[in-house]
């Protein structure tokens, strides 16, 4: 298929210019719309920059070639602009969801947030959704005039309905949050500025949403083949791969092992990105939605067709054991949980070890604001800093590799 560029906006896309707006007022800036500023605060943002040195599933020593955090965000935003330019949609708006999407993980990932969560089991627990929200408004401290970032309605809404609506229109609890309920940091935030969390989220939010999960199975793909965890030969075992790969050793037989996993990995992605917009533009040419009708939808009007819901499933499927749950992957993040458990006991019977802006005033404070607090500290180290900190108090610190 060809995918349209210089597209007009989209009956359903969000408008920079009909924005409901930022929770502190501020002037509008002479050069740039609404949703190009969050883009632009998002990318200057400390916690966007600690990105670099988080885990994605290989920890740092594991080598250079493999995605951080960074990287993989950095890919989900190239994803998420491709599907937005050919949609109609608003790309700034789609970006800014894309870009701080994965600002609320922790140092080792779901290692760390598994850790965390655990940590503050009898406050509320950790959920990196929950995390971003709180890093967005509360703890990047770059303006004079308040805390956080100050994004738009409309990035928020979007941030905390990564995966769709929290709860349903009486405010019960949905999916994922059915059990444990919804984060006491998204709800305490609702109060203050309405999220709608009920509704679906932007389409602009359905995007990002999709090229994240785009971007994990392509990229997750190449480095568990980079890794070794995996062969191609094997991951030829789900339909859609080795049909990818039937094509390409029809196109260029002989080609060497590299640069066919590189192709496998190239033609995955555009399928996908093409079944996006095919299956989009279907439901659009179906129900012809405005941007209002797309939030109040039963369901995401942004998605991927039947076929490809079973791709990305059995894609999943196969990675889940050989590479997430792969003995090696699987021995390092249990150290790394380790060594966030440390930090968290070790700060809470000596919080004056925390640094002079997060110790102060700390031992007044009641049981769940101190232990939140060292959790807020924690979630921001990179992998690098929770290892250097964590050797400074115990005797032995794990190399995690």
């Excluded at 951080?68 to 969801?97: P, W």
């Excluded at 009920?198 to 199975?217: F, R, T, V």
């Excluded at 037989?253 to 989009?280: F, K, Q, S």
């Excluded at 249990?334 to 966030?340: I, N």
Aim: proline share 5%; net charge negative; hydrophobic share 40%.
């Amino acid at each position: 298929m060809t995918i349209e560029t210089g597209r007009k906006r989209a009956d359903y896309a969000a408008d920079p210019a009909l924005s409901r707006g930022r929770l502190h007022a501020e002037a509008p800036s002479p050069t740039r719309n609404e949703f190009r500023r969050d883009c632009d605060r998002i990318i200057h943002s400390t916690a966007f920059r600690r990105l670099a040195h988080k885990t994605q599933v290989f920890v740092y020593h594991e080598g250079d070639h493999y995605r951080t955090r960074l990287t993989h965000t950095l890919e989900v935003a190239q994803i998420a602009r491709s599907l937005a330019r050919a949609l109609g949609l608003d790309e700034d708006l789609a970006e800014a969801l894309a870009l701080a999407h994965d600002l609320g993980h922790p140092p080792f990932g779901h290692a760390g947030e598994r850790a965390l969560d655990q940590a503050l089991s009898g406050y509320g627990g950790f959920d990196h959704h929950a995390q971003a929200l709180r890093i967005v408004t509360d703890l990047e401290h770059r303006y004079a005039a308040f805390d956080g970032l100050n994004l738009t309605w409309e990035t928020l809404e979007g941030l905390v309905k990564h995966n769709g609506p929290l709860t349903d229109r009486a405010g019960q609890p949905v999916v994922r949050y059915r059990e444990h309920g919804v984060p006491a940091a998204i709800l305490a935030y609702d109060k203050i500025q309405e999220l709608e969390l009920w509704s679906q989220p932007s389409a602009e939010a359905q995007a990002a949403a999709l090229a994240d999960d785009i971007a994990y199975d392509a990229h997750d793909i190449d480095d568990g083949l980079r890794a070794d965890l995996f062969a191609l030969e094997n991951i030829a075992a789900v339909p859609i791969i080795a049909d990818i790969l039937r094509g390409i050793d029809a196109k260029t037989p002989g080609v060497d092992p590299d640069r066919r996993a590189h192709e496998t990995v190239r033609e995955l992605i555009t399928r996908m990105i093409e079944d996006v917009i095919a299956e989009t533009e279907r439901r659009v040419k179906a129900h012809k939605p405005s941007a209002a009708e797309v939030r109040r939808a039963a369901g995401p009007l942004i998605a991927f067709s039947p076929a490809m819901q079973k791709a990305d499933k059995d894609i999943k499927g196969f990675l889940y054991p050989r590479m997430y749950r792969h003995e090696r992957v699987m021995h390092v993040m249990s150290e790394a949980e380790g060594v966030v458990r440390d930090l968290f006991a070790h700060y809470v019977v000596k919080p004056t070890d925390l640094p002079a802006v997060w110790a102060d005033g700390i031992d007044t404070r009641d049981e769940g604001v101190r232990a939140r607090r060292i959790a807020d500290y924690i979630a921001g180290m990179t992998d690098r800093y929770a290892q250097v900190e964590h050797a400074k108090y115990f005797k032995a610190t794990p190399e995690l590799k």
